[in-house]
C-alpha cells in the first residue's frame, strides 16, 4: 500500500505568503515569497510590487534549499563555510542550494 507523505496545500501556501507579506510590509521592503512542497517543488511565488527581479529565483532556490535540508538557510550557511562539513554545498543540486539567510523550513504537527 502507497505511503502518504504529509505536504502543504495551496491554501497553506496563501497563509505562508500573506504572512510572509504583511511582515515585508511591517520592514518597509519588498519581497519575493515562495513555498515549496514535501518534495521541493513550488507551490506559489509572489513578488511584491518593487521587489527585485534578481531575487525570483533566489527566493524559490531558498525555499527549495531549506525543504530539502529542512533546515533554515541560515543554519546551512554555518555549515557550508570553509572548513566546515558541508563546505561547496551550495554547488550540489544543479546549483539551486542557496546558503544565506531567507529559507525556513514548515514545522508542523500531523
Known amino acids: 500500500m502507497p505511503r502518504q507523505i ?3 496545500t495551496l491554501a497553506d501556501a496563501r497563509e505562508i505568503i500573506a504572512a510572509g507579506e504583511k511582515k515585508a510590509t511591517e520592514l518597509g521592503i519588498p519581497y519575493n ?6 518534495g521541493g517543488a513550488l507551490i506559489s511565488h509572489v513578488r511584491m510590487d518593487g521587489a527585485w527581479l534578481g531575487s525570483i529565483d533566489i527566493a524559490i532556490h531558498k525555499a527549495f534549499t531549506s525543504r530539502a535540508f529542512d533546515m533554515a538557510t541560515q543554519d546551512l550557511a554555518k555549515m557550508a563555510q ?10 550540489t543540486n544543479h546549483e539551486r542550494v542557496v546558503i544565506f539567510a531567507g529559507g525556513m523550513p514548515v514545522k508542523g504537527g500531523d
Open 6 to 8: 504529509n505536504t502543504l
Open 33 to 38: 515569497l515562495a513555498v515549496v512542497d514535501a
Open 82 to 91: 570553509s572548513g566546515e562539513p558541508l563546505f561547496g554545498i551550495n554547488s
